[in-house]
């Protein structure tokens, strides 16, 4: 019965959000990848919606409810039957009655899980902009395809079907994104560290003396260069983001000048590596919104890059492998080895990081292994101490974010800094709790 009525609430919303498109006729950036692609969205946010009326998904509505919803009106959470009535009523009035503060823009999130899904997103909203970031050799939800090629030709449906006026946003640096380029009628715009993006960062340097930490870069275009800083954050995938945050930005002719002020209100969005005060004088670099072994990769090689007199790292299970899991974990441990004083695990795939790690030269005493959230957050507020450097990630179903909470120096500020803080999320259990 619940999957009945499901099924027809996404039949009616999508019917509702192609009749709201096809009254306001907005510009559509899609936006698809693995790693980086709501820290991209929010950078694409702030570089446009200084020049016109924009709107970007909210949270993680990249499905085929969460995308009419976006459509239908800026809505920050969902559920409950009130919430539905409210959202049907809401887009029936603005079909009848044109509201005139509807956005110019919008800025969609494809997620993709299953194969056929960016055909149903695609029937919804074909976008005039398609924005694509990283995809890894073991990309998220590659169990669910054949294997990761077919993941691969998935997503690359999104500039597949740009039409040959729109633009394709690619990275450059990742090979997967870059191939794309051949498969688009649309003017491609590239972006990353290689000398042949059309949008090349140069120069990212780490400032973890500075209030807040940041991270600064140049961005260049035809010769010209901008520098770029932002807050609260670490990592070369913020610079990604800022750089596709660009080549968007150049796509409406809004200048570089113009465009690195409008950089400057980007913040990272909570749980992609955003640095947060911890207890006892450490720091946490908190990347727990989810996990993939490309995102564990940037997480650890972002790790790497700070000074710190001790490491720590919090790693929970990435969910969603396949066949590959096992592999993927292993690898994780190998890495991890000789970057980190402390290793904690959480989780039964966890394990085999601990396990690699071990094998690796980590040495028995520094490897905790945890059976549940609490007891990894329990055990890690034990150990810290001032100067310490901890990276804590873990795929979405871990709940990494509530280890976060337990060491942070000021937990008031967990609504604002924390993922998932929502009262439906709050109440859910994860795999470990």
Same mark, same amino acid.
């Given at each position: 019965?619940?999957?009945?009525?499901?099924?027809?609430?996404?039949?009616?919303? @999508?019917?509702? /959000?192609?009749?709201?498109?096809?009254?306001?006729?907005?510009?559509?950036?899609?936006?698809?990848?693995?790693?980086?692609?709501?820290?991209?969205?929010?950078?694409?946010?702030?570089?446009?919606?200084?020049?016109?009326?924009?709107?970007?998904?909210? @949270?993680?509505?990249?499905?085929?409810? &969460?995308?009419?919803?976006?459509?239908?009106?800026?809505?920050?959470?969902?559920?409950?039957?009130?919430?539905?009535?409210?959202?049907?009523?809401?887009?029936?009035?603005?079909?009848?009655?044109?509201?005139?503060?509807?956005?110019? %823009?919008?800025?969609?999130?494809?997620?993709?899980?299953?194969?056929?899904?960016?055909?149903?997103?695609?029937?919804?909203?074909?976008?005039?902009?398609?924005?694509?970031?990283?995809?890894?050799?073991?990309?998220?939800?590659?169990?669910?395809?054949?294997?990761?090629?077919?993941?691969?030709?998935?997503?690359?449906?999104?500039?597949?079907? %740009?039409?040959?006026?729109?633009?394709?946003?690619?990275?450059?640096?990742?090979?997967?994104?870059?191939?794309?380029?051949?498969?688009?009628? /649309?003017?491609?715009?590239?972006?990353?560290?290689?000398?042949?993006?059309?949008?090349?960062?140069?120069?990212?340097?780490?400032?973890?003396?500075?209030?807040? #930490?940041?991270?600064?870069? @140049?961005? +260049?275009?035809?010769?010209?260069?901008? #520098?770029?800083?932002?807050? +609260? !954050?670490?990592?070369?995938?913020?610079?990604? /983001? !800022?750089?596709?945050?660009?080549?968007?930005?150049?796509?409406?002719?809004?200048?570089?000048?113009?465009?690195?002020?409008?950089?400057?209100?980007?913040?990272? #969005?909570? &749980?992609?590596?955003?640095?947060?005060?911890?207890?006892?004088?450490?720091?946490?670099?908190?990347?727990?919104?989810?996990?993939?072994?490309? /995102?564990?990769?940037?997480?650890?090689?972002?790790?790497?890059?700070?000074?710190?007199?001790?490491?720590?790292?919090?790693? &929970?299970?990435?969910?969603? %492998?396949?066949?590959?899991?096992?592999?993927?974990?292993?690898?994780?441990?190998?890495?991890?080895?000789?970057?980190?004083?402390?290793?904690?695990?959480?989780?039964?795939?966890?394990?085999?990081?601990?396990?690699?790690?071990?094998?690796? &030269?980590?040495?028995?005493?520094?490897?905790?292994?945890?059976?549940?959230?609490?007891?990894?957050?329990? !055990?890690?507020?034990?150990?810290?101490?001032?100067?310490?450097?901890?990276?804590? @990630?873990?795929?979405?179903?871990?709940?990494?974010?509530?280890?976060?909470?337990?060491?942070?120096?000021?937990?008031?500020?967990?609504?604002?800094?924390?993922?998932?803080?929502?009262?439906?999320? %709050?109440?859910?259990?994860?795999?470990?709790?």
């Amino acid at each position: 019965m619940k999957s009945h009525i499901l099924s027809l609430l996404e039949k009616l919303l @999508k019917i509702l /959000a192609r009749l709201t498109l096809k009254r306001y006729k907005p510009g559509i950036i899609g936006i698809t990848g693995n790693v980086g692609k709501t820290s991209a969205k929010e950078a694409i946010r702030v570089v446009l919606e200084r020049e016109r009326r924009v709107r970007s998904a909210s @949270k993680n509505f990249n499905n085929e409810i &969460g995308l009419p919803l976006t459509i239908l009106g800026d809505w920050q959470d969902a559920g409950g039957i009130f919430f539905w009535v409210r959202v049907v009523a809401g887009a029936v009035w603005n079909l009848v009655q044109k509201n005139p503060s509807y956005p110019e %823009l919008l800025i969609l999130e494809y997620g993709i899980d299953h194969p056929g899904d960016m055909k149903r997103l695609l029937e919804i909203a074909r976008p005039n902009i398609g924005v694509v970031t990283p995809i890894g050799e073991i990309p998220v939800h590659v169990e669910f395809f054949a294997g990761r090629e077919g993941l691969i030709r998935e997503k690359t449906r999104l500039v597949k079907d %740009l039409p040959a006026t729109g633009f394709a946003i690619l990275n450059a640096d990742n090979e997967a994104s870059r191939n794309m380029k051949g498969e688009t009628r /649309a003017h491609a715009i590239t972006y990353g560290w290689s000398e042949s993006a059309d949008i090349r960062i140069r120069s990212m340097e780490t400032r973890m003396d500075a209030t807040p #930490p940041c991270i600064t870069c @140049k961005l +260049e275009y035809n010769g010209s260069f901008v #520098p770029v800083r932002i807050e +609260e !954050a670490v990592g070369r995938v913020h610079a990604y /983001a !800022a750089a596709a945050g660009a080549a968007v930005g150049i796509s409406f002719g809004i200048n570089l000048v113009k465009i690195s002020e409008n950089l400057s209100y980007y913040k990272s #969005p909570p &749980g992609r590596l955003k640095i947060i005060e911890g207890r006892e004088g450490s720091r946490i670099i908190d990347d727990t919104y989810n996990s993939s072994p490309l /995102a564990f990769e940037e997480a650890l090689d972002t790790m790497r890059g700070i000074k710190a007199r001790r490491k720590i790292a919090v790693l &929970g299970d990435m969910l969603e %492998l396949g066949r590959h899991s096992i592999e993927a974990h292993e690898n994780a441990g190998k890495m991890v080895a000789g970057e980190v004083k402390i290793l904690i695990t959480v989780g039964a795939r966890a394990k085999f990081i601990a396990e690699a790690a071990r094998n690796a &030269g980590l040495s028995e005493k520094s490897i905790i292994v945890s059976k549940t959230v609490g007891e990894a957050g329990a !055990a890690l507020k034990k150990i810290l101490r001032p100067g310490d450097l901890v990276l804590i @990630k873990g795929s979405q179903g871990v709940r990494m974010e509530r280890i976060v909470y337990e060491v942070m120096a000021n937990p008031d500020k967990a609504k604002k800094l924390l993922v998932r803080q929502e009262e439906r999320w %709050l109440e859910k259990p994860g795999l470990y709790d």
